[in-house]
């Protein structure tokens, strides 16, 4: 008996061993496919990161019937495949378009001049739908005086096509900014009819001083388009030292500059921008003008523009005072709220309002604003009431909670109860979604009890059909 039990375990140790020296195998027989498929795939992979993709959201190979990318070619062969229509396969003109940027961009784009023309020509041999991201590798070329020529020659063409221009556009916004800026402007400057969207080029390229010229160009009489694209290119990085310097001569500027620079800022904001606005309202403005002016000061947010904003909201003029109130809604400045509330002695519906809806866009309220939302939770304004109930979820504060359960059962309008259900969501909190539940089991069956019933009980973790616990 006992020499079974020994043979018995000797055989369960020799199966032991064979299978661990079989495991320890295969894990090296893998190790070394991974390390051979590094090295293989390392030159592709340092290629692929080194290049964008030209059109976003393509898939990550290029032949998915094989499941491997294929090997990059000579850009001879890659250009005659992209001239002959790549078979007129799309996932083709994708693959040579991909593989011509990375042939490229290793290159540095340095190559002959007949190549280059080649690559410049896709942007009219190409399909149209395929042109805007030949352009982006047209940018990757070495500039030279013939390809940009070239390019502009195809941007003054009459009739040009839209695909080509934008493909043109990408193509010249892609390139260095001592190559393509200067022939971009004179072209703006020569009024082209493509001169909106020219702005919009040079504005990607980015060159400071290109952006203190169009500023400049505020003061002529150009097209709204390209007035239109000048103001959007001052709201982006680049336009940033343009803006500043042309705003702090705001007093002085022509009435269409003005205008467009106070539209500008209304969009974007920015405290340094706060007195030169104040100094502009206090001017006899144009009615646009002063619009936009209000309408800048409430993006721009701060106690001085706020305080402004108090006074117009008062105004004998109704339309005013409807402005400055929309403005003081559109403020997002916790401070200037609480400086508003503490320093206001009494307090016009429709301003109390405003602040409460700017309040209830602040993820913490402040103490004034709180305060001021005590007072409002019952108020008969509905709009007062309701801008109220958010301030008051977005404070997460649970001593509101039970507050907001007598109002709901109060209060039967769908705006108010839509508000409540609203601010016990925002509060997160598991007294808050037992409330929730409590008081939807006795909400009339509809879209506003089915809807919150689900995202309150899911939140719970509780089943449709469950009952709340």
Do not use: C
Request: proline share 5%; charged share 30%; no cysteine.
């Amino acid at each position: 008996m006992s020499s079974r039990v020994v043979l018995f375990a000797s055989l369960v140790l020799a199966l032991g061993a064979g299978l661990a020296l079989y495991l320890i195998a295969a894990d090296e027989g893998v190790e070394r496919a991974v390390r051979s498929a590094g090295k293989s795939g390392g030159q592709a992979k340092s290629t692929e990161s080194s290049r964008a993709t030209a059109d976003e959201g393509d898939e990550s190979e290029d032949n998915p019937e094989e499941g491997a990318p294929a090997p990059l070619r000579s850009i001879d062969e890659i250009l005659a495949s992209l001239e002959a229509g790549s078979g007129g396969a799309e996932n083709l003109v994708r693959r040579d378009l991909r593989h011509l940027r990375a042939v490229l961009a290793n290159l540095r784009g340095a190559v002959d001049r007949s190549t280059r023309r080649r690559v410049a020509r896709l942007l009219i041999t190409l399909e149209p739908e395929w042109r805007a991201h030949a352009g982006t590798v047209v940018g990757e070329l070495q500039p030279d005086p013939d390809t940009v020529n070239e390019l502009l020659q195809m941007l003054r063409a009459d009739g040009i096509e839209a695909s080509t221009r934008r493909g043109v556009l990408n193509a010249l916004s892609g390139m260095p900014a001592e190559a393509a800026t200067q022939p971009l402007l004179e072209l703006i400057e020569k009024d082209h009819p493509q001169s909106p969207n020219i702005v919009t080029a040079v504005a990607r390229i980015g060159e400071p001083d290109a952006m203190h010229t169009m500023v400049a160009w505020l003061d002529r009489p150009i097209s709204p388009a390209t007035r239109l694209q000048i103001e959007k290119a001052l709201t982006l990085e680049a336009g940033e030292a343009a803006l500043d310097e042309a705003m702090s001569k705001l007093r002085t500027a022509s009435a269409d500059k003005r205008l467009s620079l106070l539209l500008v800022v209304s969009r974007i904001g920015g405290k340094q921008y706060s007195e030169a606005v104040r100094r502009a309202l206090a001017m006899s403005l144009q009615p646009k003008s002063r619009e936009a002016a209000i309408r800048a000061l409430g993006t721009i947010g701060d106690p001085e523009a706020g305080r402004i904003l108090w006074i117009l909201a008062q105004s004998e003029d109704p339309e005013e005072a409807r402005l400055a109130t929309r403005s003081l809604a559109r403020i997002r400045s916790r401070e200037t709220l609480d400086v508003l509330i503490t320093e206001a002695s009494a307090m016009p519906s429709a301003p109390l309002r405003a602040i409460l809806e700017a309040g209830a866009s602040i993820r913490r309220p402040g103490p004034a604003l709180l305060d001021l939302a005590d007072r409002q939770l019952t108020a008969e304004d509905k709009q007062s009431r309701v801008a109220a109930i958010t301030v008051a979820g977005a404070s997460r504060d649970p001593r509101y909670i039970p507050a907001l359960g007598n109002l709901y059962e109060k209060r039967r309008d769908r705006a108010t109860r839509e508000a409540i259900l609203g601010a016990l969501w925002d509060m997160q909190q598991r007294e808050a979604t037992r409330t929730a539940l409590v008081l939807l089991e006795t909400t009339p069956a509809g879209k506003l009890r089915d809807l919150n019933l689900k995202r309150f009980k899911s939140r719970a973790g509780l089943r449709p059909e469950d009952a709340p616990r």
